[in-house]
């Protein structure tokens, strides 16, 4: 994960909503020009800075500007994006892999005192581990490839879920899929459980 700050005289004053995303505009090795969305982690509006975790997971157009922008370098972007409007709930439970751990920490961090949050991350090893304002179970999924939904379904059978709980999901598009089923299973309302994909196994981009 490397950290980037954007600067953009359009987004001073721009009141960020929490896991809202921008879609930068991007080369892949073509020169074709793709989009990759990433969330904002935090925003200076009095600024106009956003702060975005890339995520350096392979030789995707993404992950490549990630590892290689440089200060001063200028890039383009449509945002900010995302729909999810936090709802009061008893409790919260987020799950996702490494790709939404920006948007678990934006979330947790914007959840009231009184409303507790649990968060359950997949992540390749414990120096994946980024700080999240709340209660988080880290599963290491070593030797496993990235994109299954068996280590998170096996952690959810293993935790308590008060009644009303509210659930997210953010990850790879068919593990989280599967996974609403499993919440379901446990007796979260469908309604009440926000799910989105974030990247599509052995495939580039999200659709
Ligand atoms: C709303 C939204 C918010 C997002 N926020 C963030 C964010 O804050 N930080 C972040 O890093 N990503 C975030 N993502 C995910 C990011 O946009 C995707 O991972 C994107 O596809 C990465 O693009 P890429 O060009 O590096 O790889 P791609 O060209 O999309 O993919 C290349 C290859 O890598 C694989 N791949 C892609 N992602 C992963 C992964 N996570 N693990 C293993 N293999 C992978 C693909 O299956 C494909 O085979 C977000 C996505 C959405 C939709």
Redesign the pocket.
Known sequence: ?RRITVRCDAMRGVQVRPAQ?VELLLRDDTGRR?K????I?HARPEAGELE????L??A?????WGASVQRGDTVEFQGPR?KLELRSAPAHLLVG???AI??IAAICAALPENEPALAIVEIQDADDRMAIAAETHWIERGATA??GAQLLTAALHGIDLPAGSHGYLMGETRAMVALRTVLESRGVEHDAIFV???????????A
């Open positions: 994960m995303d793709v990759r969305r990433y969330t982690r975005l975790d890339v995520l997971h392979g995707g157009p993404g992950a490549k995302g892999d490494e790709s920006p948007a990235p994109g989105k994909g974030y990247w599509n196994l052995g495939r580039p981009g999200r």
